[in-house]
């Protein structure tokens, strides 16, 4: 994650708190699933897993809820029943093993990317639901520099944005009336991961801390016959799970982050590394409480107005260039950009596709 992350929430806005009580396991081993998106019948985030499985209590009007998770087939929950639900691994179908000649030492990467963005007070909810193509240039060695960037970048984009806000309820195709998206922010490890020494002496999932200095990170760890992913909850170690920036504070724009997870999912394989050339999937989801002055004033809110966010990222297509021929490609970007959408993308939300039909059909209607 990016120092611009931080600055990027100062213009954001707005959601809701929460308390511990059913539980999400994978139906194949029964460990924790974590970082888990949580929807209403509206269509509107109100909750994420924690590291132990755990989600928040949440209101009997929000029921059926959906649950979504990277890696995992989506789940409905009809009623609330204080119980321990399963989530279905997806099975992937895989492409054989490139072997790449040394000269392309430049990773293309085409990613599908869905967004979901929500914030509500205690009686108004703003949601953006947004769909991406994107591509990155990944060296993957330390003498492949080819003069371009390698951050991810937006080659097109579907946006949505449903209003229920102030008595109105409103639905908007028009890109310029959201926010910058996330994904600009968010951006896929692109490092080596190595397995560690913990997990290789266990047979199940195993958790293990990494202390890169004055912040600690819990990473979890989960393997099956296909894949190998590793979760990082970047929250692990700070004080009551909570974070609040303090330059956040100085602008009138106080949040306090409670949930920050990065999930990865990788072709698993018996090297004991994980590359990006391996990389299936990730995703990203936030939470934050709003509790500064401009945040409550702008949905006119007396209370803590909560952000919701959630990223996932598909790898569509992988190509492998030479210098020159990246350099080319990133200079040259595609304005004729198809959307792709992996077989192993579980479908929209009953909620988000009707927003996503009603917006269509009023864009539709307009024209």
């Not at 090297?271 to 989801?285: A, M």
Request: aromatic content about 12%; glycine content about 4%.
């Amino acid at each position: 994650m990016k120092h611009t992350f931080i600055l990027f929430l100062s213009t954001l806005l707005y959601f809701c708190p929460i308390e511990a009580q059913e539980r999400v396991v994978d139906a194949t081993d029964h460990s924790p699933v974590s970082a888990a998106s949580i929807f209403d019948a509206s269509g509107n985030m109100v909750g994420f897993t924690w590291s132990d499985g755990v989600f928040s209590e949440i209101p009997t009007t929000a029921y059926p809820v959906t649950i979504r998770c990277m890696g995992y087939e989506q789940l409905v929950i009809e009623r609330p029943e204080n119980k321990t639900w399963e989530m279905t691994p997806i099975a992937y179908e895989m492409e054989e093993v490139v072997i790449v000649p040394v000269k392309r030492n430049i990773l293309k990467q085409t990613f599908y990317v869905r967004e979901y963005f929500s914030m509500s007070s205690e009686t108004d909810t703003v949601t953006f639901f947004s769909e991406h193509m994107a591509d990155r240039f990944v060296p993957t060695s330390k003498d492949a520099k080819f003069g371009g960037n390698s951050e991810l970048r937006i080659l097109e984009s579907r946006q949505y944005g449903h209003y229920q806000l102030f008595g109105q309820d409103s639905i908007t195709t028009d890109p310029e009336s959201m926010f910058p998206s996330m994904t600009t922010i968010f951006e896929p490890i692109d490092k080596e991961i190595p397995v560690p020494k913990s997990f290789k002496e266990q047979e199940n999932t195993t958790k293990f801390h990494e202390v890169p200095g004055k912040s600690g990170m819990e990473l979890i760890a989960k393997q099956n016959d296909q894949t190998f992913t590793i979760s990082v909850d970047a929250l692990a170690d700070t004080k009551d799970h909570k974070i609040s920036p303090w330059p956040l504070k100085l602008l009138g724009f106080t949040m306090e982050f409670n949930q920050i997870y990065v999930t990865q999912a990788y072709r698993v394989n018996d090297k004991g590394v994980y590359q990006p050339k391996d990389l299936l999937e990730t995703s990203y989801v936030m939470q934050a409480d709003g509790r500064g002055k401009y945040l409550r004033k702008a949905l006119k809110s007396d209370k803590p107005v909560v952000i919701r966010c959630m990223v996932e990222m598909y790898i569509v297509d992988r190509d492998y260039f030479t210098k020159e021929e990246a350099k080319a490609a990133y200079k040259n970007k595609p304005t004729d950009v198809k959307f792709e959408i992996p077989s192993t993308v579980p479908p929209l939300n009953e909620a988000t596709r009707r927003m996503v039909e009603r917006a269509n059909e009023e864009a539709k209607n307009k024209n």
